[in-house]
């Protein structure tokens, strides 16, 4: 089955400092790769939604210039949260998508939880 | 402004009881999907249900889609300990780049 991986599942860096969260789908080609943020007790919040080779759509209230994303290949996206601050901390999760169809389903990556200090 | 949303918020129930978790949505949509999410990890796929009147059991679930009343339901009979968990429902909004709009989510607690 479609597997997506992503990389560090855990970080926990100082205030101020950037952090890069790796997403890879691990055995297929994704067209659409997607972006959330999860709070402790809460529902995942759709950041960004990035097609391979084209800018990012964001989620209104996310700011496009701290949360940087580049989808560099089909295979690969990239989320950098620059000069974190605490409330920054959650636990981030991306999601890839195979095709176009609207019978595609999304394949999510195990996580990444952030902790700024 | 889309909304999804499920009830219970919080659910515990004993072992051998069965129960319904409900999913409202607030536009039209076709493809509704759950996932299970255990403390601390990512989520795992339930369910995919892709048309008015879809019904899928695996095990001691079972999930159905009315696109009319614009509801999804899981069913859960006969709990056990092991489906403790959080359960999302999701609704795929294909006009808008198939973004998805998960739901407030259901945490289940099934004590012995």
């Known amino acids: 089955g479609a597997v997506v991986s992503q990389h560090p599942s855990w970080v926990i860096c100082k205030s101020g400092t950037s952090v890069k969260i790796e997403c890879r789908s691990l055995d297929f080609q994704a067209t659409t790769m997607f972006w959330y943020r999860q709070f402790p007790k809460q529902s995942l919040m759709l950041m960004a939604t990035?097609?391979?080779?084209?800018?990012?759509?964001?989620e209104q209230g996310v700011e496009k210039d701290k949360f940087l994303i580049n989808h560099a290949s089909l295979t690969l996206s990239t989320l950098t949260v620059t000069s974190a601050h605490p409330e920054d901390s959650s636990f981030y999760i991306c999601s890839a998508r195979i095709g176009t169809s609207g019978s595609d389903t999304q394949y999510f990556g195990p996580g990444t939880r952030l902790t700024v200090l | 402004e889309l909304k999804v949303e499920q009830n219970p918020l919080f659910l515990s129930m004993q072992e051998g009881k069965n129960y319904t978790i409900y999913c409202n949505y607030s536009?039209?949509?076709?493809?509704l999907y759950w996932y299970r999410q255990d403390p601390g990890k990512s989520l795992e796929s339930l369910f995919v249900?892709?048309?008015?009147?879809a019904v899928k059991q695996e095990g001691r679930l079972m999930a159905s889609l009315d696109t009319k009343a614009r509801l999804s339901t899981l069913h859960i009979t006969a709990a056990v300990h092991d489906l403790s968990a959080t359960y999302f429902c999701?609704?795929?909004?294909?006009?808008?780049?198939?973004?998805?709009?998960f739901g407030t989510g259901t945490s289940l607690t099934v004590i012995p």
């Open positions: 999701a609704v795929d909004i294909w006009n808008t780049g198939n973004q998805f709009y």
């Open positions: 249900l892709l048309s008015n009147g």
């Open positions: 536009t039209t949509s076709d493809r």
């Open positions: 990035s097609n391979e080779g084209s800018k990012a759509t964001y």
